[in-house]
């Protein structure tokens, strides 16, 4: 099982940009796809962004052109590069395993990284 820590995340302004990482407690390299997801108080969990092992990405349409997904297996870390930040962006992030993909999977979510986007 393979445990998830996010950091990074922080009190940003509209139109700010954050870098946000997630380290993994073992190896990633098996995870074909990784995702972050967000989950903000009294809402459902969603999915952001995701990144396949061979470089393929994909977005929530809320997103798509404004964050970046990325992985580096060596370091058994997933980034998420934000730009152009929204308050609807305020959120708890994490990362993990995509749960549709990797449905058999049993990790758990980890700790996440709070992102609060206000003037």
């Not at 058994?76 to 749960?99: F, G, H, I, R, W």
Request: hydrophobic share 35%.
């Amino acid at each position: 099982q393979v445990q998830f820590v996010g950091s990074g995340g922080g009190l940003v302004q509209p139109g700010g940009s954050l870098r946000l990482s997630c380290v993994g407690s073992g190896s990633i390299a098996s995870i074909v796809v990784m995702a972050w997801y967000r989950q903000a108080p009294g809402k459902q969990r969603e999915l952001v962004a995701s990144i396949f092992n061979s470089g393929g990405r994909k977005y929530a349409d809320s997103v798509k052109g404004r964050f970046t997904i990325s992985r580096d297996n060596a370091k058994n870390t997933v980034y998420l590069q934000m730009t152009s930040l929204k308050p609807e962006d305020t959120a708890v992030y994490y990362c993990n395993a995509d749960e549709t993909w990797h449905s058999d999977r049993m990790d758990d979510w980890g700790e996440g990284t709070l992102v609060t986007v206000s003037s």
